[in-house]
């Protein structure tokens, strides 16, 4: 028999001053100017990267302290000729304690289940720095 994979929904409505509302009766988020919908991208792959860390982490027993910035450029594709992301980066500074054995193997899972990256068409290049040194 099958397993049945877990199902996530999520709902944002828009009013008509284009106020972000996450769920019903859920947290507001203005329509700031500055905050245009690629930087809501980048936000959410930003924060989605650390968050797929922090799963694995707390799985393997680590306690886990992170920030991150994202960029991205945005033009027409050659493939289609499309305005999407063409490039997409998020580098991190976290600090892991303990020190993971292996931390290559955890950043790595960190970075398939981010489902933000895995839903771009273009896959982002990660820069990690952990506990204060550069992992490549």
Sequence with gaps: MATRAKTFSYAVSLDRDWTATSGEGGTRLPAEEGWSPEHLVLAGLARCSLQSLGFHAKRGGLELTSSADASGTVTK??????????????????????APADVRELLAKAERDCFVAASLTVAPRYSWT????EVR
């Design 77 to 98: 594709r050659e493939s289609d000729g499309r305005y999407a992301f063409v490039e997409v980066g998020v580098r991190a500074d976290v600090t892991l304690s303990p």
């Design 130 to 133: 952990v506990n204060g040194e």
